[in-house]
């Protein structure tokens, strides 16, 4: 796995934290977020790299500060 790769799958998992936390299903924040499910789905499984309104857009639909997304990760 390279260090790209590790990247992304450190920031789904804590997305997951995130939005399992405040109770929502991946249809859910998809829907909040106005994000297509399937795109949400592979973003939270690490397996895209995406742009950063697609970054604002979750952290609008979860209704928490983009720095929140980061917190706890070391790159």
């Known amino acids: 796995m390279n260090d790209k790769e590790k990247i992304l ?11 399992e936390g405040k109770d ?6 998809a829907a909040s977020a106005g994000l297509e499910y399937s795109q949400l789905q592979r973003i939270e ?7 950063l309104t697609t970054l604002i857009a979750i952290a609008q639909g979860l209704d928490v500060d983009v720095s929140e997304l ?6």
Not at 12 to 19: D, E, G, P, Q, T
Not at 24 to 29: A, E, P, T, V
Not at 70 to 75: A, I, N, T, V
């Open 9 to 19: 799958l450190k920031f789904a998992n804590n997305l997951k934290k995130i939005r």
């Open 24 to 29: 929502l299903s991946i249809r859910q924040l």
């Open 45 to 51: 499984k690490g397996k895209v790299n995406f742009a």
């Open 70 to 75: 980061f917190e706890k990760l070391k790159f």
